[in-house]
Protein backbone atom coordinates (compact mmCIF):
# COMPACT_ATOMS: atom_id res chain seq x y z
CA UNK A 1 0.00 0.00 0.00
CA UNK A 2 1.12 3.26 -1.11
CA UNK A 3 1.35 6.26 2.00
CA UNK A 4 -0.19 8.66 -0.20
CA UNK A 5 -3.40 6.45 -0.56
CA UNK A 6 -3.54 6.31 3.39
CA UNK A 7 -6.66 7.64 4.25
CA UNK A 8 -5.97 10.88 6.64
CA UNK A 9 -8.85 9.97 8.73
CA UNK A 10 -6.98 6.82 9.73
CA UNK A 11 -3.47 8.39 10.18
CA UNK A 12 -5.11 11.11 12.32
CA UNK A 13 -7.05 8.53 14.51
CA UNK A 14 -3.76 6.32 14.78
CA UNK A 15 -2.15 9.76 16.01
CA UNK A 16 -4.93 10.67 18.28
CA UNK A 17 -4.31 6.99 19.91
CA UNK A 18 -0.52 7.35 20.28
CA UNK A 19 -1.24 10.78 22.05
CA UNK A 20 -3.85 9.17 24.16
CA UNK A 21 -1.42 6.83 25.80
CA UNK A 22 1.57 9.42 26.15
CA UNK A 23 -1.06 11.04 28.12
CA UNK A 24 -2.05 7.93 30.62
CA UNK A 25 1.18 7.38 30.84
CA UNK A 26 2.19 11.16 32.32
CA UNK A 27 -1.27 10.77 34.21
CA UNK A 28 -0.08 8.16 36.12
CA UNK A 29 3.57 9.19 36.41
CA UNK A 30 2.50 12.00 38.55
CA UNK A 31 1.20 10.21 41.24
CA UNK A 32 2.72 11.47 44.36
CA UNK A 33 5.40 9.17 45.88
CA UNK A 34 4.99 9.09 49.10
CA UNK A 35 8.57 8.95 51.53
CA UNK A 36 7.85 5.72 53.45
CA UNK A 37 8.79 5.08 57.09
CA UNK A 38 7.83 6.53 60.06
CA UNK A 39 4.73 9.20 59.45
CA UNK A 40 3.39 11.83 61.93
CA UNK A 41 -0.54 12.78 61.57
CA UNK A 42 -1.50 15.51 63.74
CA UNK A 43 -5.36 15.83 64.32
CA UNK A 44 -7.11 19.10 65.30
CA UNK A 45 -10.59 19.95 66.07
CA UNK A 46 -11.95 22.71 68.45
CA UNK A 47 -13.15 21.74 71.91
CA UNK A 48 -11.02 18.28 72.14
CA UNK A 49 -7.18 17.42 72.45
CA UNK A 50 -4.94 17.04 69.43
CA UNK A 51 -3.94 13.85 68.94
CA UNK A 52 -1.90 12.43 66.81
CA UNK A 53 -1.38 9.47 64.55
CA UNK A 54 1.61 7.75 63.55
CA UNK A 55 3.89 4.78 62.71
CA UNK A 56 5.16 2.97 59.70
CA UNK A 57 3.48 3.87 56.26
CA UNK A 58 3.99 2.35 52.95
CA UNK A 59 2.81 2.90 49.11
CA UNK A 60 2.81 0.09 46.29
CA UNK A 61 2.25 1.51 43.36
CA UNK A 62 -1.01 3.91 43.92
CA UNK A 63 -1.85 1.73 47.38
CA UNK A 64 -1.06 2.55 50.68
CA UNK A 65 -0.38 0.41 53.87
CA UNK A 66 0.30 1.78 57.25
CA UNK A 67 0.29 0.01 60.62
CA UNK A 68 -0.39 3.19 62.90
CA UNK A 69 -0.92 4.34 66.67
CA UNK A 70 -3.29 6.23 68.17
CA UNK A 71 -1.75 8.99 70.75
CA UNK A 72 -3.28 11.15 72.85
CA UNK A 73 -7.04 10.30 72.15
CA UNK A 74 -9.66 10.25 74.27
CA UNK A 75 -11.09 7.14 72.38
CA UNK A 76 -7.60 5.09 71.29
CA UNK A 77 -4.98 3.70 73.43
CA UNK A 78 -1.46 4.01 72.11
CA UNK A 79 -0.64 0.74 72.45
CA UNK A 80 -3.63 -0.55 70.19
CA UNK A 81 -1.88 -1.05 66.46
CA UNK A 82 -4.39 0.62 63.76
CA UNK A 83 -4.45 -0.61 60.55
CA UNK A 84 -4.69 1.70 57.55
CA UNK A 85 -5.18 1.13 53.68
CA UNK A 86 -5.65 4.11 51.25
CA UNK A 87 -4.71 5.40 47.17
CA UNK A 88 -2.39 8.12 46.07
CA UNK A 89 -4.25 9.68 43.36
CA UNK A 90 -1.97 12.15 41.73
CA UNK A 91 -1.45 14.89 45.00
CA UNK A 92 -4.37 13.27 46.64
CA UNK A 93 -4.14 11.17 49.48
CA UNK A 94 -7.24 9.07 50.85
CA UNK A 95 -6.81 6.73 54.16
CA UNK A 96 -9.22 4.91 55.92
CA UNK A 97 -8.64 2.96 59.06
CA UNK A 98 -10.07 -0.84 60.25
CA UNK A 99 -12.47 -0.20 62.98
CA UNK A 100 -11.19 0.18 66.59
CA UNK A 101 -14.13 -0.26 68.63
CA UNK A 102 -16.64 0.18 65.98
CA UNK A 103 -14.57 3.51 65.45
CA UNK A 104 -13.44 4.09 62.19
CA UNK A 105 -10.87 7.17 60.90
CA UNK A 106 -10.58 8.27 57.57
CA UNK A 107 -8.25 10.84 56.04
CA UNK A 108 -8.03 13.15 52.90
CA UNK A 109 -5.32 14.95 52.53
CA UNK A 110 -3.32 16.26 49.76
CA UNK A 111 0.05 17.85 49.05
CA UNK A 112 3.79 16.82 48.29
CA UNK A 113 5.82 13.59 48.54
CA UNK A 114 6.99 14.68 52.18
CA UNK A 115 3.68 16.87 53.56
CA UNK A 116 -0.07 16.73 53.63
CA UNK A 117 -2.85 18.97 54.68
CA UNK A 118 -6.38 18.05 54.30
CA UNK A 119 -9.18 16.75 56.47
CA UNK A 120 -10.08 13.62 58.96
CA UNK A 121 -13.10 12.44 60.42
CA UNK A 122 -14.39 9.46 62.72
CA UNK A 123 -17.12 7.35 62.63
CA UNK A 124 -18.81 4.84 64.59
CA UNK A 125 -18.64 3.98 67.77
CA UNK A 126 -19.76 5.03 70.80
CA UNK A 127 -17.08 7.38 72.70
CA UNK A 128 -16.86 10.87 72.38
CA UNK A 129 -14.79 10.33 69.45
CA UNK A 130 -17.92 9.44 67.24
CA UNK A 131 -18.57 11.88 64.30
CA UNK A 132 -15.61 13.96 65.20
CA UNK A 133 -14.14 16.12 62.41
CA UNK A 134 -11.19 18.41 61.89
CA UNK A 135 -8.26 18.92 60.18
CA UNK A 136 -4.79 17.24 60.04
CA UNK A 137 -1.03 17.50 58.73
CA UNK A 138 1.09 14.96 57.80
CA UNK A 139 4.88 14.35 57.39
CA UNK A 140 7.36 11.71 57.34
CA UNK A 141 9.49 12.09 60.67
CA UNK A 142 13.32 11.33 59.99
CA UNK A 143 15.19 9.43 61.79
CA UNK A 144 16.23 10.33 65.64
CA UNK A 145 19.37 8.51 66.32
CA UNK A 146 21.26 10.88 67.69
CA UNK A 147 22.45 12.42 71.30
CA UNK A 148 19.87 14.16 73.69
CA UNK A 149 20.40 15.28 77.03
CA UNK A 150 18.42 16.96 79.65
CA UNK A 151 18.14 18.28 83.59
CA UNK A 152 16.52 15.52 85.43
CA UNK A 153 16.49 17.98 88.46
CA UNK A 154 14.94 15.22 91.88
CA UNK A 155 16.56 12.44 90.68
CA UNK A 156 19.42 11.55 92.77
CA UNK A 157 20.19 15.58 93.39
CA UNK A 158 19.37 18.84 92.30
CA UNK A 159 22.02 18.71 88.96
CA UNK A 160 21.42 16.14 87.21
CA UNK A 161 21.56 15.67 83.91
CA UNK A 162 20.65 12.70 81.43
CA UNK A 163 22.53 12.28 78.21
CA UNK A 164 21.00 9.56 75.98
CA UNK A 165 22.30 8.15 72.17
CA UNK A 166 19.49 7.03 70.78
CA UNK A 167 19.83 4.66 67.69
CA UNK A 168 16.29 4.15 65.87
CA UNK A 169 15.57 0.63 63.55
CA UNK A 170 15.67 1.73 60.06
CA UNK A 171 13.29 -0.73 59.12
CA UNK A 172 9.81 -0.71 61.34
CA UNK A 173 8.59 -4.06 63.48
CA UNK A 174 5.53 -5.74 62.90
CA UNK A 175 3.34 -3.56 64.60
CA UNK A 176 4.77 -0.09 62.96
CA UNK A 177 6.84 1.65 65.50
CA UNK A 178 10.83 2.08 65.58
CA UNK A 179 12.57 0.28 67.90
CA UNK A 180 15.05 1.93 69.89
CA UNK A 181 18.21 1.47 71.27
CA UNK A 182 21.02 3.10 73.23
CA UNK A 183 23.12 4.02 76.37
CA UNK A 184 22.57 6.67 78.53
CA UNK A 185 24.70 8.46 81.21
CA UNK A 186 24.16 9.85 83.96
CA UNK A 187 25.98 13.23 85.91
CA UNK A 188 25.91 14.47 89.03
CA UNK A 189 23.45 11.41 90.29
CA UNK A 190 23.80 10.06 93.73
CA UNK A 191 21.83 7.26 92.25
CA UNK A 192 22.98 6.19 88.68
CA UNK A 193 26.17 6.09 86.50
CA UNK A 194 24.97 4.60 83.11
CA UNK A 195 23.08 2.20 81.12
CA UNK A 196 21.43 1.27 78.27
CA UNK A 197 18.12 1.93 76.40
CA UNK A 198 15.70 -1.47 75.70
CA UNK A 199 12.57 -2.03 75.01
CA UNK A 200 11.83 1.23 73.67
CA UNK A 201 10.53 2.38 70.40
CA UNK A 202 8.87 5.91 68.52
CA UNK A 203 5.64 6.17 66.57
CA UNK A 204 5.10 9.27 64.25
CA UNK A 205 6.10 11.46 67.07
CA UNK A 206 5.61 9.54 69.83
CA UNK A 207 7.85 7.90 72.30
CA UNK A 208 8.07 4.89 74.99
CA UNK A 209 11.58 4.51 76.42
CA UNK A 210 12.79 2.35 78.85
CA UNK A 211 16.48 2.19 80.75
CA UNK A 212 18.53 0.12 82.67
CA UNK A 213 20.85 1.51 84.84
CA UNK A 214 23.92 0.71 86.49
CA UNK A 215 24.02 2.12 90.03
CA UNK A 216 26.71 3.71 92.39
CA UNK A 217 26.84 0.81 93.95
CA UNK A 218 27.21 -1.48 90.94
CA UNK A 219 23.44 -2.63 91.54
CA UNK A 220 20.96 -2.25 88.68
CA UNK A 221 18.15 -0.16 88.96
CA UNK A 222 15.52 0.95 86.07
CA UNK A 223 13.64 4.03 84.49
CA UNK A 224 11.12 5.14 81.69
CA UNK A 225 10.43 8.04 80.34
CA UNK A 226 6.81 7.88 78.66
CA UNK A 227 4.15 9.90 77.06
CA UNK A 228 7.17 11.76 75.21
CA UNK A 229 6.55 13.76 71.96
CA UNK A 230 8.52 15.13 69.81
CA UNK A 231 8.56 19.30 69.52
CA UNK A 232 7.96 19.20 65.81
CA UNK A 233 7.40 15.88 63.94
CA UNK A 234 9.13 17.07 60.40
CA UNK A 235 12.85 18.58 62.17
CA UNK A 236 12.84 17.83 65.51
CA UNK A 237 15.32 19.20 68.13
CA UNK A 238 13.44 18.93 71.28
CA UNK A 239 11.09 16.11 73.21
CA UNK A 240 9.45 15.84 76.75
CA UNK A 241 7.76 13.66 78.47
CA UNK A 242 7.41 12.06 82.37
CA UNK A 243 10.84 10.45 83.52
CA UNK A 244 9.92 8.29 86.65
CA UNK A 245 12.88 5.97 88.03
CA UNK A 246 10.72 2.82 88.44
CA UNK A 247 13.65 0.63 90.34
CA UNK A 248 16.69 1.45 91.95
CA UNK A 249 18.84 3.70 94.22
CA UNK A 250 16.21 6.50 93.56
CA UNK A 251 13.46 4.86 93.87
CA UNK A 252 10.39 6.58 95.51
CA UNK A 253 11.67 10.36 93.79
CA UNK A 254 9.23 12.06 92.45
CA UNK A 255 8.22 11.85 89.01
CA UNK A 256 9.65 15.00 86.41
CA UNK A 257 8.69 16.39 83.01
CA UNK A 258 11.95 16.86 81.73
CA UNK A 259 12.89 18.35 78.17
CA UNK A 260 15.85 16.33 76.00
CA UNK A 261 17.52 18.41 73.16
CA UNK A 262 19.16 17.28 70.53
CA UNK A 263 22.58 18.02 70.57
Known sequence: ???ASFPKFALFSLLAGVFALVLTGCGASNNLALTPGN????????GT???YIGGNL?????NLAGTMHVANSLCYSPSQTVAFTGTVKGSKVTLTSASVGGEVITVTASGTAGSLTGTYSIAGGIGGCSSQTGT????PVPSISANWSGPITGSGGSNVTLAIAFTQAATASADGTFALTGNV???NSSCSVNGTVD????????LVVNGTTTEVDSSQGTFTYTQVFLNNAATPTSMQGTYSVTFGLCSGDPDTTPTFTKL
Open 39 to 46: WSMTATTG
Open 136 to 139: LTAT
Open 1 to 3: MKF
Open 199 to 206: SSFIAGPY
Open 49 to 51: PTF
Open 58 to 62: TQSGT
Open 185 to 187: TFT
